[in-house]
């Protein structure tokens, strides 16, 4: 017998499940200090926030691997700890206390969802295109990233990216990495991404690319100023209301839409397109939610890179207890895991990005109805840089297509609700 659940019956061993969650913590570990870059913008302390990340990523990701036994990890989400500095704090005028109560608010409200199963039926009504073009958007979304963290693809003014300077030596060694690590994958090599992400790093702290660590360890404490920081003045106000409506929509799309193109990846969503104990893996993100506001940070969510630990291997929750693991020890090697440079896991994110397009061989491409759904699904998310944007306008999009043509009879009633809810909050949003 196993050590763990269904390790065996998915194929899993211990020493691949261990890998997988070191790969899959590398890919996301920038969370433990452009987070801190981030909310620091909004007031928040930075050495706050820093543990706060780090143990909200903990707690969520041992929710994740206990109660859904998935190879999930969590964190602070990107983008939604921009729309907290930028779209609350700054944007509307409210203390970073404030902003930290609406996130606890929707930590609260999640979580009971999740419970009573909302959050999961709303996976079951998704249009099965796209369920299928999720899996492969999300691939072109890590692509990007990694692109960008290669220096491969820069912002330009007029046509808005345009190629990097391949005579960054930064540059230069992601490219390198990026072809090792595609031969060792090709040869079969475990452990593959895993090679080439200690690679480029070693290589670029000798070369003084990047500078290596100074020292390796430190001492944490919790959070001073942020901990329970938490202002319930506006609770019943309009303003507050919004901030947590707005908070609610993106976390659910964006939780949504990574749970359904990461499990494909795994093979964990059944027959019917669904995803088992897909009410434990919302409870997890909620929990991670509702612990990270009272510890000070953003929404917590389901992490895109957990993609990389997937196609290294990893199969159960056994490598999300692993990540958990390592979220805390990195409050002890932070100067260690700060010195990884970005370039080195942009490798790791193209690879899974390439991996994941297969998901399109399944579209019906001659089926217009489905096709185009897809497509804007599939486009949507690396262009927005948002998966809540790529399903929901693919939505939109499959909706509309079927009452434009009298098939309104194809529609979930369901679909009718989330549409025009999706219509509302992109017409205030415009607005």
Do not use: C
């Not at 990890?73 to 700890?81: R, T």
Request: charged content about 10%; hydrophobic content about 55%.
């Amino acid at each position: 017998m196993s050590m763990w659940p269904d390790l065996d019956a998915r194929g899993a061993t211990v020493g691949g499940e261990v890998r997988a969650g070191i790969v899959t913590f590398l890919t996301m570990s920038y969370i433990l200090f452009v987070n801190p870059q981030i909310l620091a913008t909004a007031g928040l302390p930075a050495a706050d926030v820093a543990v706060a990340t780090a143990l909200a990523s903990a707690v969520a990701t041992l929710a994740m691997a206990i109660f859904a036994n998935y190879p999930f990890a969590l964190a602070p989400g990107m983008g939604l700890n921009a729309y907290f500095t930028f779209g609350v704090v700054k944007g509307m005028g409210v203390t970073w206390q404030v902003a930290l109560t609406a996130v606890f608010v929707e930590g609260v409200i999640f979580l009971l969802l999740s419970v009573i199963g909302i959050r999961s039926a709303l996976l079951r009504v998704v249009p099965t295109a796209i369920k299928i073009a999720t899996m492969s958007g999300i691939g072109l979304f890590l692509a990007v990233i990694g692109l960008q963290n290669a220096g491969l693809v820069v912002d330009e003014p007029t046509h808005l990216v345009t190629l990097g300077d391949f005579s960054s030596p930064a540059t230069f060694l992601a490219v390198v990495g990026l072809l090792v690590t595609g031969s060792l994958m090709v040869a079969r090599v475990r452990g593959a991404i895993l090679f080439g992400i200690i690679l480029v790093t070693v290589t670029a702290w000798l070369g003084g690319v990047a500078p290596p660590p100074d020292h390796v360890f430190t001492l944490p404490s919790l959070p001073r100023e942020t901990f329970f920081a938490l202002d319930f003045s506006l609770l019943f106000t309009g303003k507050l209301a919004i901030v947590v409506l707005a908070f609610l929509f993106v976390d659910i799309f964006d939780s949504a839409g990574t749970l359904i193109g990461v499990g494909r990846l795994g093979g964990f969503v059944d027959e019917g397109g669904e995803l088992p104990k897909a009410d434990q893996a919302f409870a997890a993100d909620a929990i991670g939610t509702t612990v990270g506001a009272l510890l000070g940070t953003s929404t917590v969510t389901t992490y895109v890179e957990s993609a990389t630990g997937i196609e290294d291997g990893g199969r159960t929750g056994l490598t999300a207890l692993v990540v958990s693991v390592l979220f805390l020890l990195s409050l002890f090697f932070t100067p260690l895991l700060i010195a990884i440079p970005v370039f080195a896991t942009a490798p790791a994110l193209l690879v899974v990005g390439a991996l994941m397009m297969k998901g399109t061989a399944e579209l019906d491409w001659s089926e217009a109805s489905e096709a185009l759904p897809a497509f804007v699904t599939l486009v949507t998310m690396p262009l927005t840089y948002s998966i809540a944007n790529g399903i929901s306008f693919g939505i939109i999009t499959w909706v509309a297509l079927r009452l434009l043509r009298g098939r309104w009879r194809e529609i979930h009633p369901a679909l009718y609700v989330i549409t025009g809810l999706l219509l509302a909050f992109y017409a205030t949003r415009a607005g």
